[in-house]
Nanobody, 111 residues
Framework: QVVQSGGGSVQPGGSLRLSCVASGFTFSDTGMIWSRQAPGKERETVGISGRGVAPNLRESLKGRFTISRDNSANTVYLDIDNLQPEDTAVYYC???????WGQGTQVTVSA
C-alpha cells in the first residue's frame, strides 16, 4: 500500500511537499507516479520516479515541481514551488507495477 501526507491550503506563491510512503513491496525496485485531478478535469500525470533514473516531469510543470525519492524511507516526494491557483487539485501517488493508488491529498491554492 501507499499512504500520502502533506497538502493543504496555501496562497499563490507558496510551497508544499507531498509525501507518499510505500509498504508491502520492494520500493527501491519500483517506479512511482504522481498524478493530479483538478475539479472538472481528467486526471493527469505530474511525473514519474523511475528505478535508477532521473525523475521525469510533465513539461509544463518543470521548474516548479520536483520529484525525489528516499529509498531508505520507502518514500517518494513531490515538492511544488510557486503554487498557482491552477495547481488546485487532488494529488495522487500511484504504483503502476501493482496498480496501487494512494488515498489522494487535496492541494488548494487561493488568495
Amino acid at each position: 500500500q501507499v499512504v500520502q501526507s502533506g497538502g493543504g491550503s496555501v496562497q499563490p506563491g507558496g510551497s508544499l511537499r507531498l509525501s507518499c510512503v510505500a509498504s508491502g513491496f520492494t520500493f527501491s525496485d519500483t517506479g512511482m507516479i504522481w498524478s493530479r485531478q483538478a475539479p472538472g478535469k481528467e486526471r493527469e500525470t505530474v511525473g514519474i520516479s523511475g528505478r535508477g533514473v532521473a525523475p521525469n516531469l510533465r513539461e509544463s510543470l518543470k521548474g516548479r515541481f520536483t520529484i525525489s525519492r528516499d529509498n531508505s524511507a520507502n518514500t517518494v516526494y513531490l515538492d511544488i514551488d510557486n503554487l498557482q491557483p491552477e495547481d488546485t487539485a487532488v494529488y495522487y501517488c500511484y504504483v503502476p507495477k501493482y496498480a496501487i493508488w494512494g488515498q489522494g491529498t487535496q492541494v488548494t491554492v487561493s488568495a
